[in-house]
C-alpha cells in the first residue's frame, strides 16, 4: 500500500486576497494608460465593514518598489512603530484615513501625478466645470485639498461638498463612491485638463456649463454618495452605479 505524499507548501508565501489582486489590478489599469508615470503615487480603498482601508503606495523614482498594507480608519497610526515609517509615509496614511473618515461615501482614492491634470496648478484659477461629465462626476471646480501639518484633511466644504476632484502639491486627488467609478474618474480628469488647458492657452472664450445643467448633474452625484453612504454604513460594497 502506498503512502501519501503530501507537498510541503512554503510558509513564506502567502495567497494574497481578493482585494489585494483588485487592488494591484487598478493600478495596473492606470499604469497602462500611462496616467501613473515614474512620480509617487498611491490608491486606496475602502473595505467595507472593517473600519479600514487597503493602501497601495509606491515613492518617486523608476526602481521604488509598491508597497500594500491595511491601515484602520480611525487613528490609523497608533498601532504603527514610528521609526518603521517615513513621515511622508505617515502623512499619506493619515491623508487616505482622514478623507475616508470625513467622507462615507467614498469607496476609493488616487494620488497622483498625470501629465496635464498635474498642470491644473499652474493656472491662476481652478479647472472650471465646462463638460457635462465632469459636471456629473467630478461635481465641482477643481481647488486645492485642504490639509494639516500632519497631512490629515480638513473638514472644509471643499472637501464637504461631495467633489470627487481636488489639487495636492504637484498633483491631483481623485475619489469616487467605488473603485472602478474611482479608476474612470481618473482617465475623465486627464481628458477634461487637457482640452481645457489647450482651449486656455489660445486666449479664446471658453463656455460654462449652463447653471441648471450643473445642479441637475450635481444633485444626481449626491443622490448617488448618499446611496454609496447607506451601504458602507451597513457594511456592504454600494452596487448599481454605472461608469458613465
Not at 185 to 192: A, F, Q, S, Y
Amino acid at each position: 500500500m502506498k503512502a501519501n505524499t503530501l507537498k510541503k507548501r512554503n510558509p513564506k508565501v502567502e495567497t494574497p486576497s481578493s482585494d489585494v489582486v483588485e487592488l494591484h489590478h487598478l493600478w495596473d489599469r492606470l499604469d497602462t494608460k500611462g496616467l501613473l508615470q515614474k512620480h509617487k503615487a498611491n490608491l486606496s480603498f475602502r473595505l467595507p465593514g472593517k473600519g479600514s482601508f487597503l493602501l497601495l503606495s509606491r515613492t518617486e523614482g523608476k526602481h521604488s518598489k509598491l508597497e500594500t498594507e491595511e491601515y484602520r480608519i480611525e487613528n490609523p497610526t497608533d498601532l504603527i512603530k514610528m521609526s518603521s515609517k517615513t513621515d511622508e509615509s505617515l502623512a499619506a496614511i493619515r491623508f487616505h484615513a482622514s478623507l475616508y473618515s470625513l467622507r462615507p461615501d467614498i469607496g476609493a482614492i488616487v494620488c497622483f501625478q498625470p501629465v496635464w491634470s498635474s498642470l491644473l496648478g499652474t493656472l491662476d484659477h481652478p479647472l472650471p466645470l465646462v463638460f457635462d461629465e465632469q459636471c456629473r462626476q467630478l461635481g465641482a471646480p477643481v481647488q486645492s485639498i485642504p490639509k494639516k501639518i500632519d497631512g490629515s484633511v480638513e473638514p472644509d466644504p471643499i472637501v464637504l461638498s461631495g467633489a470627487n476632484a481636488f489639487l495636492d502639491e504637484e498633483g491631483v486627488v481623485v475619489t469616487s463612491v467605488t473603485r472602478d467609478k474611482a479608476i474612470y474618474n481618473c482617465e475623465l480628469i486627464e481628458k477634461c485638463s487637457k482640452a481645457y488647458l489647450l482651449a486656455h492657452s489660445t486666449g479664446s472664450p471658453i463656455r460654462r456649463i449652463p447653471w441648471w445643467v450643473r445642479f441637475i448633474a450635481k444633485n444626481r452625484l449626491l443622490k448617488d454618495e448618499r446611496k454609496a453612504s447607506a451601504a458602507y454604513a451597513l457594511g456592504q460594497a454600494p452596487t448599481g452605479f454605472k461608469a458613465y
